[in-house]
């Protein structure tokens, strides 16, 4: 039976906030018909366990290596029997009547391809939920500083739209993974996610194809999902994090040199890398004999961006997965 809107969960040894996720998905009212689809990324935690005891109307599928959100979303998706899908983090809740909006938005506005909605943090704290495409300068203002340091600034504060009024309803150019509900015979038109992205920038690379086929990317304040963030990646504690917490850093460098040689070419990739080598550069000199740690997080990132650009060749390649 084709039903509105396949609900697709991609998961990796997040058990106790999958089950809360799904727990939600139960209470969704409004008398939708929806399916959810949860690929387990090779989880170490009982995860599977879990989803088999406690919520047997799952589609459950496991897979034995980690594939990613992209490729795990790619798996999902040969599963989805719906017209629309709707991407989840399994640390995100919906609130009840969230599916049943989500569908009202896309069913009136035949122009967009993709919708997202309001991410807050669980203390209601706002979250970037609607953004604009990167470029070198929003990298360069995100870096500096400057884009934190004047949030209401249109300028400085562009690439997160930090200025923008998060309850007005807006066309943006991407929206995060975290939710987002797609037209899925448009998917089927221009494909799911690139396969190369492990991780990072799926999304962002989606949402240029997207509108590259003549769709729209709307964002809907009127959706509103509590998002924790980084759950997966706190697994993985072996890796090296950026200052602000979950980002595993070599795989988001890895992603943004893919994405820039894809869309912009290889010097765009090239001064991507250089401009933020020659900050970190010039962050590490500064802070010498100041400050060890920030020191020491220059130097590392530094030394990251050459280790990315030989693992992808500059942006061309990715390298064997999971990454």
């Given at each position: 039976m084709t039903t509105d809107i396949s609900v697709l969960i991609v998961s990796f040894n997040t058990r106790d906030r999958l089950r809360d996720c799904l727990l939600a998905l139960r209470n969704q009212v409004g008398g939708i018909q929806f399916e959810s689809v949860v690929v387990d990324n090779a989880s170490r935690d009982g995860s599977v366990d879990m989803v088999q005891a406690e919520f047997p109307e799952i589609k459950l599928i496991q897979s034995s290596v980690n594939l990613g959100f992209g490729n795990g979303n790619n798996l999902a998706l040969k599963h989805a029997k719906s017209r629309y899908?709707?991407?989840?983090?399994?640390d995100a809740l919906l609130e009840p009547h969230a599916l049943s909006m989500a569908l009202a938005h896309m069913e009136s506005a035949a122009n967009v391809g993709m919708g997202g909605g309001r991410l807050v943090d669980p203390d209601g704290g706002w979250q970037p939920s609607a953004r604009r495409f990167p470029s070198l300068l929003d990298e360069f203002l995100t870096i500096s500083g400057l884009a934190a340091k004047f949030p209401k600034s249109r300028f400085f504060g562009r690439f997160d739209r930090t200025w923008a009024n998060p309850n007005e309803a807006a066309q943006v150019d991407w929206v995060p993974g975290a939710f987002a509900i797609i037209r899925k015979d448009l998917i089927e038109k221009i494909g799911f996610f690139d396969p190369r992205f492990f991780l990072y920038y799926e999304e962002v690379d989606l949402c240029r194809r997207i509108k590259a086929a003549g769709y729209a990317v709307h964002y809907w304040p009127d959706l509103k999902i509590s998002h924790i963030g980084g759950e997966s990646s706190k697994t993985l504690n072996e890796m090296s994090f950026t200052s602000k917490g979950s980002q595993l850093t070599l795989w988001r460098i890895r992603s943004q040199l893919l994405f820039y040689r894809k869309w912009h070419g290889s010097l765009m990739?090239?001064?991507?890398?250089?401009?933020?080598?020659?900050?970190?550069?010039?962050?590490?000199?500064?802070?010498?004999?100041?400050?060890?740690?920030?020191?020491?997080?220059?130097?590392?990132?530094?030394?990251?961006?050459?280790?990315?650009?030989?693992?992808?060749?500059?942006?061309?390649?990715?390298?064997?997965?999971?990454?």
């Open positions: 899908l709707v991407l989840l983090n399994s990739a090239w001064l991507v890398k250089k401009q933020e080598q020659s900050w970190h550069s010039l962050r590490a000199l500064r802070n010498r004999n100041r400050d060890t740690l920030k020191f020491s997080e220059s130097e590392n990132l530094v030394k990251l961006w050459d280790q990315a650009w030989l693992d992808t060749q500059g942006g061309q390649i990715s390298p064997p997965q999971p990454w």
